[in-house]
């Protein structure tokens, strides 16, 4: 079921439509997402590179490496297991932490 069920219909100038469609391209989100956000209060970023993309894909491919490792290392008995799970929770943190801080929209300070 939908869960906006009221439509709300508005007129904009060209100058504010191509700021409109300008910011909502910016940040990656559509029109309408990027209008419920600041109607929310939060504040949208712009949508990072694709190299930022890409060094989070290398961030996780590290991750799965170890875990591959990992477990190879620990069915020799090789591994102090609860250090690595402490290292790559570490890592995971680290991950969800940049994520976090380029990608969420920041609440609005009043």
């Given amino acids: 079921m939908r869960t906006r069920n009221i439509k709300k219909q508005f007129w904009l100038n060209d100058e504010e439509n191509q700021k ?15 209008l419920r956000f600041l109607i929310n209060d939060f504040l949208p970023k712009e949508k990072p590179s694709q190299e930022f993309y890409e ?10 490496n170890l875990n591959q490792i ?3 290392a620990n069915s020799l008995n090789l591994i102090n297991e609860e250090y690595y799970m402490i290292e790559t929770d570490k890592l995971n943190q680290f991950i969800v932490q940049i994520k976090a801080k380029y990608l969420l929209p920041e609440k609005r300070k009043k």
């Fill in 55 to 64: 060094a989070i894909k290398q961030l996780r491919a590290i991750g799965n």
């Fill in 20 to 34: 409109l469609r300008k910011k909502a391209r910016v940040t990656g989100l559509s029109e309408a997402d990027l």
């Fill in 70 to 72: 990992a477990k190879k």
